[in-house]
């Protein structure tokens, strides 16, 4: 069974702070997405990376893959209260994907 | 576009009864996911479809859980008889053929309440 341990588990920052997320696998994926779930909702989609050492940005998001594409981080640069909400990695197989533990975020105004 | 449409949002049902959820796949996926979310377990695959045929349910937790998938648009997740540790959030979702980028679409939810 392919595990995705996700840290910190839960983080409150004020509004204006960087924040870094993990995720770590031992095991090797063919690709890793990022999903935020906001109360009430399923989780969204926010990037895909599929190859080693990938970097990709969204707005103040940075993603990356780790170079063995077995782990990845999400940087956020001066966090919103918009960015509250429940941060998801999910390993990619084939046909279907891991998710990870999750990370709760809270950006206090 | 509609995205993937779940009813009920909400349920409470009582111990013993049978309850259905349904969802509607976006138009053109052909892969269907059924989850379960719980603060203790987090997000747990229960079974998955590929062109309706079910591909992996070791997820399903036991004989009372079954899933159907009569056509390409649409499924049900059935729970006979239900139970009080089935309260969860259950969530599907539907992908397009993608070979390994699974990118997953999921539904606003049915939030499961059994007494």
């Known amino acids: 069974t392919q595990l995705l341990e996700q840290s910190p588990q839960f983080l409150s920052i004020q509004e204006g702070e960087n924040l870094t997320v993990y995720c770590n696998s031992s095991?090797?994926?063919?690709?890793l997405q990022w999903y935020r779930q906001e109360p009430g909702e399923g989780p969204v989609l926010l990037v895909t990376v599929v190859t080693g050492g990938e970097v990709k940005k969204l707005k103040r998001l940075t993603f990356q893959f780790g170079d063995a594409r077995k782990d990845s981080s999400l940087h956020i640069t001066a966090a919103q209260p918009g960015d509250t909400g429940l941060y998801l990695c999910a390993g990619g197989g084939y046909q279907k994907v891991t998710f990870g533990t999750g990370t709760k975020l809270q950006v206090i105004p | 576009d509609a995205g993937v449409i779940q009813s009920p949002r909400h349920e409470v049902t009582e111990m013993g009864q049978e309850v259905t959820l349904r969802c509607k796949l976006i138009?053109?996926?052909?892969?269907l996911f059924w989850y379960r979310q719980t603060m203790m377990r987090g997000l747990e695959l229960l079974i998955y479809?590929?062109?309706?045929?079910?591909?992996?349910d070791s997820g399903m937790p036991e004989d009372r859980f079954s899933a159907k998938m009569p056509n390409a648009s649409f499924s049900t997740l059935k729970i006979q008889p239900s139970e009080p540790r089935d309260s969860a959030v259950y969530f599907c979702?539907?992908?397009?053929?993608?070979?390994?980028?699974?990118?997953?679409?999921f539904g606003p939810g049915t939030r499961l309440t059994v007494l």
């Open positions: 979702a539907s992908s397009l053929p993608s070979g390994t980028r699974n990118e997953q679409f």
């Open positions: 095991s090797v994926f063919s690709s």
């Open positions: 138009s053109g996926h052909n892969s």
């Open positions: 479809f590929n062109n309706n045929v079910p591909i992996d």
